[in-house]
């Protein structure tokens, strides 16, 4: 039983009468719910419920929300941002008090539950462009280095060959963006990159000409004026 002489027998900074009265706690446990918070400290400091581990059902106990993360243990989502703290902490790894934990400027929640893209890391496919700013900006796939599949990553085209990273080839000539960057050299923003009248794709593909000479054979006839008009040999 209780001790008489002492007003708080279990020593939770709750006096015996107010946890047999009051609070139906047990005076004889200083931690009735074994939640890692003593009575007293439930009732006078947080307002949590002393009888029940997790006050508000989030999966958390209210001793590892308060000790541990620094989570509000009568709130089920601290940072609002959609995510229960018991979610944050035990299925994803996310801070439950941050509602953008990598600063990706998109949510947990969003890219947990909408694009599938890692809470944890801001540039989810490792391209260079973080997570928001292809979901919001340029459109592109977030999970996808490459969005257009034309052997430029979305960063590069983005922000070295001011490239369509949506669309393989940019210019409509017939050749892939990274092909005319990496193996003829031509400018992927111009179907004819050498202004012979003759798409660069043409040149590759078809007559076999020099797509960053105009005149392939230096002949004193453009290559589009051979093909085109006279029928000769470019």
């Not at 009732?43 to 509000?72: A, F, Q």
């Not at 969003?110 to 979901?135: H, I, K, R, Y």
């Not at 393989?168 to 892939?176: C, F, K």
Request: glycine residues 10%; charged residues 45%.
């Amino acid at each position: 039983g209780t001790d008489p002489l002492d007003a708080d027998t279990d020593d939770d900074r709750l006096e015996d009468g107010q946890e047999v009265n009051d609070t139906n706690t047990d005076p004889l446990d200083k931690d009735t719910d074994n939640d890692g918070v003593n009575d007293g400290r439930e009732v006078e400091t947080y307002g949590t419920d002393p009888n029940d581990r997790d006050s508000d059902d989030d999966g958390l106990t209210d001793g590892k929300e308060i000790d541990s993360y620094g989570s509000d243990p009568l709130d089920t989502d601290t940072d609002d941002d959609g995510l229960e703290d018991g979610e944050e902490v035990e299925d994803y790894g996310t801070d439950p008090t941050l509602p953008d934990t990598d600063g990706d400027g998109l949510d947990d929640d969003v890219e947990v539950n909408t694009t599938g893209t890692d809470p944890l890391d801001s540039d989810s496919d490792d391209d260079g462009l973080n997570d928001s700013t292809e979901v919001n900006t340029t459109g592109t796939d977030p999970l996808d280095a490459d969005s257009d599949d034309d052997d430029l990553n979305d960063s590069t085209e983005v922000n070295t060959t001011s490239t369509d990273p949506n669309d393989a080839d940019s210019d409509d000539d017939g050749l892939d963006d990274g092909d005319e960057v990496n193996t003829t050299g031509t400018d992927p923003n111009d179907a004819d990159s050498d202004d012979d009248e003759l798409t660069d794709g043409e040149e590759v593909e078809t007559t076999n000409t020099d797509p960053n000479d105009a005149d392939s054979d230096n002949d004193g006839l453009d290559d589009g004026e051979e093909v085109n008009e006279h029928g000769t040999d470019p």
